[in-house]
């Protein structure tokens, strides 16, 4: 992936988990503690260092709102914080990034740095408030023991991986949760609607068959339009290999020229959860559609890969 990509995609799911950890708390503006939610989050190297650390979500979330209330104090303010609720971001608009925050990633990307989560993480251990300061060494820790142990992380070198394919995505998310549930999640069928993006209402038709609805209404309480031919799904559980992958195959028995979606689901532990790889792959169709799709391969690329980005994050979702 081009530099210019990898920094898109990061502040993508970097923006995403963020706000959905400030809509926690009420608020429409996502600050330094809500990057750094995000990045202990990360399937990157920056969310594997924390981890590593031994640096839990709850124990961050904690610190924050410890680290909160002695700076106010410090100022001679006494504020009564409210326990923080369930996530809304995705039922909800109007967020964005403070300008402190916005800043510490918009440096990540500037110059030569690459703009990934690493330099992200960088520059936030360096942030001049003390905020983050303060919140590493109530959950242990410091900037100077993170920076050490990143740069230790990037002297190992990487094997970028490619396909020659195009419609073919690949996407990692960090999970804070035990293999055991998540796999129960991501194996069931019936439970389907918690985590694919257009899944509603879920029937079974055979002991490995389901036919799954699309969903009539988003999130935020907005209609879905969706054509008649693509209203109904045929999922199909092709493989279940307990408790490290499964696969799911898709295709709209509806349509005229219905086209197969597989998904691979790969489940591994990782420090403080489980890492999550989701693989996915369009049937190519044939004749003069082979060509336009060569033509428009950047855009399904993205398209895929935003399908296998909404996944991760509703996985991720359901155990915060």
């Keep these: 992936m081009s530099r210019f ?21 009420g608020r429409r503006e996502a600050d330094l503690e809500h990057l750094l939610f995000a990045l202990l989050l990360s399937e990157q190297k920056a969310g594997q260092v924390l981890r590593g650390l031994g640096i839990t979500l709850d124990a961050a979330r904690d610190a924050a709102r410890q680290q909160h209330a002695a700076q106010l104090q410090s100022l001679g303010v006494s504020v009564e914080q409210n326990e923080p609720g369930r996530i809304t971001f995705h039922e909800t608009e109007g967020y964005e990034w403070s300008e402190r925050a916005l800043g510490v990633m918009t440096r990540a990307g500037n110059g030569r740095r690459a703009g990934d989560a690493a330099a992200i993480l960088r520059e936030l251990l ?3 408030s003390g905020l983050i300061t303060g919140i590493l060494e109530r959950v242990g820790t410091t900037p100077a023991a993170v920076t050490e142990r990143l740069d ?10 490619s396909s020659k394919s195009t419609v073919q995505g690949r996407f990692e998310v960090f999970v804070p949760a035990a293999i055991a549930d998540v796999w129960e999640l991501v194996s069931d069928a019936e439970r389907m609607p918690e985590w694919e993006p257009q899944a509603g209402t879920v029937e ?9 609805q699309s969903r009539t209404e988003y999130p935020d309480g907005k209609p879905a339009k969706v054509k008649e031919p693509f209203r109904r799904r045929r999922v199909t559980r092709a493989e279940a290999l307990e408790p490290t992958s499964v696969v799911w195959s898709f295709v709209f028995p509806d349509a005229a020229h219905p086209n197969l979606r597989t998904v691979w689901i790969e489940l591994s532990p ?39 980005f909404q996944a991760g994050g509703a996985i991720s979702r359901v155990f915060r």
Aim: charged share 20%; no cysteine; aromatic share 8%.
């Design 5 to 25: 990509l990898t920094a898109a995609a990061t502040m993508q799911t970097l923006s995403a988990t963020a706000m959905e950890e400030a809509s926690r708390e």
């Design 126 to 128: 360096t942030e001049p």
């Design 152 to 161: 230790d992380a990037e002297r190992i070198p990487q094997h970028p991986t």
């Design 204 to 212: 079974v038709e055979t002991a490995d068959t389901w036919i799954v």
């Design 270 to 308: 990782a420090a403080g959860g489980t890492q999550v790889t989701l693989t996915s792959s369009w049937q190519r169709r044939g004749g003069w559609r082979r060509i336009v799709g060569f033509l428009l391969s950047p855009l399904q690329r993205f398209f895929v890969w935003l399908q296998l």
